[in-house]
């Protein structure tokens, strides 16, 4: 990295999270910032474009999620990654131990310049060997991983709880959260409908909605309304709306009826 500036690109979906890490690095005459990219393609496109050295990289983003990404690039043509993210659910001892870094949202201006220090580090020394090594390990973590969460993390008043998704009878969407109804608490998630979704069994979770997921476990009935809506009657009495458009996905699950 001698006699050169580092190049950076940033991938996170939330332009706030962007802009902090734009802020921070403005002053920092080591490392230029060559792109910013909102979802998983742009990120793509970017990487293969610039070749970064470094790149911060959020997990849950649209188009392609953060492993995604990976998995989308060459390894030889890999930077360094830094992970941002919010959710503790995403084998962050795996990040730990593979990833250059990983910054656990929200995270502070300390830490953030702790993270650059050791990315600096790791350039300068140009461990290339090492470091392709490492994002090979990474990327066969990923591919490993159990594709969907058998329980969620949750942060609350201070604590975190796991939720196991059997519990789930319901999930509704509130613009960037998520509701969990389980019938006794209703635990709120920082998690758009998509990315939740994104992380349930297909088998056991169905969207019904733009703005509900269903346990399909709780459907008690399905009682016809206008234009080809259902109301879906669950075993504690809830009632939900089954639009049109994800009638044949819950069909699938449900079978057809006779």
Known sequence: MKGRRIRAVIADDEALARKFIRRVLKDDHEIEVVAECANGKEAVSAIKKQKPDLLFLDVQMPELDGFAVLQSIAAERLPEIIFTTAYEQYAIRAFELHALDYLLKPFDQARFEDAIKHAKERLRAEREEDG?????????????????????????????????????????????????????????????????????????????HRSTIVNVARIKELQPMFNGEHCVLLEDGTKLTLSRNYKEKLFEVLGKPL
């Open 132 to 208: 392709r090594l490492q994002i090979d390990a990474l990327i066969e973590s990923f591919k490993n991983r159990p594709q969907y969460v058998d329980r969620l993390v949750i942060k609350a008043g201070g604590r975190i709880n796991f939720l196991s998704t059997n519990e789930i009878n319901w999930i509704e969407a509130d613009d960037k959260y998520v509701h969990l109804h389980t019938g006794e608490t209703n635990p709120m998630v920082r998690q758009t409908l998509n990315a939740m979704e994104a992380q349930l069994d297909p088998r056991k979770f169905r969207r019904i």
